[in-house]
């Protein structure tokens, strides 16, 4: 157990419709990471927040968007949803404190989404 | 931008053998880390070795090693007495140093290896 929770594991829903995923970070850290995975592909980073803030963006589509709540926990909204988004997304987190000195982000399980 | 490159899509081995996993990376920077990560057919991301770029020796857990060549920008990972449970998709990572850089803390993956084992 990672200690990342993310919610829901399994989502299917229809072309146009509007998704959010939600991740719980492990106690104590503080940036979050967004990264979605298709079919037999590696991992695409979206997005990056730390204590609340935007820290990074990657590749995210403007239909996409989230944030990292006071508690620290994320969401990651999807609106408009295309056949083409149907993929796993996994939510990461890190201490990612100056003296955090291991580097590695810590997984969720993933939630995925289905769009028909 | 960092980039991290698998060239090996798929590879097999038998159990017990031994087999190697190749990732080579192109940086800019002198301070980084390297990562393997395994994803089993349950799709949780496991992590299996970390490397820091300053140190010189290889890093090794249990029957997982790496063969770190910082000015070949490469970072191969070696699983001996391959298990059943070894069979995935393995991971390279690249994760910046830079404290102050926008891409600190993400990790850049590779687009993976998908490791058969034959009993």
């Known amino acids: 157990d990672s200690g990342v929770t993310q919610t829901p594991k399994h989502l299917i829903t229809a072309t146009g419709q509007r998704v959010t995923l939600r991740c719980s970070p492990r106690?104590?850290?503080?940036?979050v990471y967004w990264y979605q995975q298709s079919l037999d592909q590696g991992l695409q980073f979206l997005i990056q927040y730390y204590n609340g803030e935007e820290r990074a963006k990657g590749n995210i589509l403007e239909r996409f968007s989230a944030q990292q709540f006071p508690d620290l926990h994320s969401e990651l909204n999807l609106s408009s949803l295309e056949l083409g988004d149907s993929a796993l997304y996994f939510c990461a987190s890190s201490a990612l404190l100056a003296r955090d000195a291991t580097g590695e982000l810590f997984f969720g399980e993933g939630s995925r989404l289905t769009v028909l | 931008a960092q980039t991290v490159t698998q060239s090996q899509p798929e590879m097999s081995v038998q159990e017990a053998e031994t087999v190697t996993l190749s990732c080579t990376y192109d940086t800019s920077e002198s301070d980084y880390y390297l990562f393997w990560y395994k994803q089993p057919p349950s799709r949780q991301m496991i992590l299996v070795i970390r490397q820091e770029a300053y140190k010189q020796q290889n890093a090794t857990e249990n029957r997982f090693s790496v063969n770190f060549q910082k000015a070949a920008k490469s970072f191969s990972l070696k699983i001996s007495d391959s298990q059943l449970g070894d069979a995935a998709m393995y991971f390279c990572?690249?994760?910046?140093?830079?404290?102050?850089?926008?891409?600190?803390?993400?990790?850049?993956f590779g687009q993976g290896t998908i490791l058969t084992v034959h009993p």
């Open positions: 990572a690249y994760r910046s140093g830079n404290a102050g850089g926008t891409s600190y803390g993400k990790l850049t």
């Open positions: 106690s104590g850290d503080l940036s």
